[in-house]
């Protein structure tokens, strides 16, 4: 898309999406960044000029002023002038916008004051995906698809280092025991046990680590139960052999099939379901292809927290904004050390790498205690992290489709053809 003759002005603060999108929306020849002497007014700037480069504006076209008054009107008011002579004497002719979303309250007025009457002023209101006109004149619509996955990420100042998400083998054999997934999921409100039975044979297969990452148990693939199976969950395990998970002998003993299929059943297939959904709402046209990842790990950039060097279970950008889903099958999740642990980091990955307006959501598929009392519940609520119990998991599409604001109910058999991890009866 062409760069329209105009310039914008911006102004430099911590909210990156506010001073990149309309930027975006506009797509002026010339942006112009006016950042104060204060840290995250600098850093900021940085940020919003690396996402523009990369977003295609050439060398020389994204300049940033420095020095920038962020107090004192009447400073700020002769700043502007000054800025606003320089840009005239070397663009004659263009229009100035200003885009009043950053800085200080202080740096707006001042600002919105001296470039009066050279160009249009706008605010930036993501929540309600509008630009909104200062001078009156009629908002522009920010498209829900503006930004992917890995551009949003960028504004928050991170990186993507891997994303399996299309990895082969791994699509490959999750649509091959997506019937298992599918039931594991349905069921969920009624598996509590069965979890915790093969959550503990998963700990004694799987290989152990030290913090170092050295070796201190390799993978063992035949594990004897301390008890027996329930019963009840008898048939459920057969399903799990049929699915190639592992062989069991009807009694104690199980070999897996290998470690990604022990992963599987110690909690992986909840992130398989996740992953399921996602796909299938791909398929379907709800989600395009690259506004979601699994397992995707991020890195931290330039004066990020380190804590950034972390995978997301699953990720989606849409209306410029970020949902990170957690998975957690384990019974760490309804302890209290263990929850206090997990929302910790969830809380953490929302602050810095969800935004301002990003939001976290923590799938379980364990139990968790009701009503007043149960420490997971508050301290989610505390930190803004919403819980999507085992009685919701197989609503996660609707879930996921009310966030975007969209319908996305699958379409009938009749019409859709083959989706992931589906068969279309002839």
């Not at 916008?97 to 202080?106: C, H, I, P, Q, R």
């Not at 599918?182 to 290989?207: C, H, I, M, S």
């Not at 989600?287 to 995707?296: A, E, L, S």
């Not at 302890?335 to 935004?355: F, K, P």
Request: with cysteine.
């Amino acid at each position: 898309m062409p760069l329209a003759p105009r310039i914008l002005v911006c102004l430099a603060s911590e909210q990156i999406m506010q001073n990149t999108l309309p930027a975006l929306r506009l797509r002026p020849a010339h942006v112009v960044i006016a950042a104060s002497d204060a840290e995250p007014a600098r850093k900021g700037a940085d940020q919003v000029g690396q996402v523009l480069h990369d977003a295609g504006w050439p060398a020389g076209a994204v300049r940033i002023v420095e020095h920038a008054p962020d107090h004192d009107l009447a400073s700020v008011a002769r700043y502007a002038r000054e800025l606003v002579a320089d840009l005239q004497r070397r663009h004659p002719g263009l229009p100035i916008d200003l885009n009043a979303s950053g800085g200080t309250k202080v740096m707006s007025f001042g600002f919105l004051g001296a470039l009066a009457g050279l160009g249009d002023a706008w605010y930036c209101d993501v929540r309600h995906g509008l630009l909104e006109h200062l001078g009156g004149a009629a908002s522009l619509a920010l498209p829900a698809d503006m930004l992917r996955l890995t551009d949003a990420l960028q504004m928050q100042g991170y990186r993507v280092v891997a994303d399996p998400t299309w990895d082969i083998d791994f699509a490959s054999a999750a649509a091959a025991r997506a019937d298992l997934t599918d039931l594991l999921a349905r069921e969920a409100p009624q598996l509590n046990g069965f979890f915790g039975y093969v959550n503990r044979l998963t700990r004694a297969a799987l290989a152990q680590t030290r913090p170092d990452g050295s070796l201190t148990r390799p993978f063992r693939r035949e594990v004897i139960a301390e008890r027996q199976l329930f019963r009840s969950s008898h048939e459920l395990a057969r399903l799990f052999e049929q699915s190639a998970i592992w062989q069991w002998d009807a009694d104690r003993c199980f070999v897996f099939a290998d470690e990604a299929a022990a992963r599987y059943a110690g909690g992986g297939w909840l992130e398989e379901w996740t992953w399921l959904t996602l796909a299938r709402m791909q398929a379907d046209g709800v989600i395009p292809d690259g506004y979601w990842g699994t397992n995707v790990r991020i890195g931290a950039g330039c004066r990020m927290p380190e804590m950034a060097g972390n995978e997301l279970d699953a990720a989606l950008v849409w209306r410029n904004q970020l949902l990170v889903l957690e998975c957690k099958t384990g019974v760490q999740i309804s302890t209290e050390g263990g929850s206090q642990a997990i929302l910790n980091r969830l809380d953490s990955l929302r602050r810095h790498v969800g935004g301002a307006l990003g939001e976290t959501w923590l799938l379980t598929a364990r139990r968790l205690q009701q009503g007043p009392g149960c420490a997971a519940r508050e301290r989610a609520r505390a930190y803004r992290i919403r819980l999507i119990e085992p009685e919701q998991l197989v609503h996660l599409r609707t879930e996921v489709c009310d966030w975007m604001g969209v319908d996305g109910q699958p379409p009938t058999a009749s019409t859709r053809g083959t989706a992931v991890g589906t068969e279309v009866s002839d």
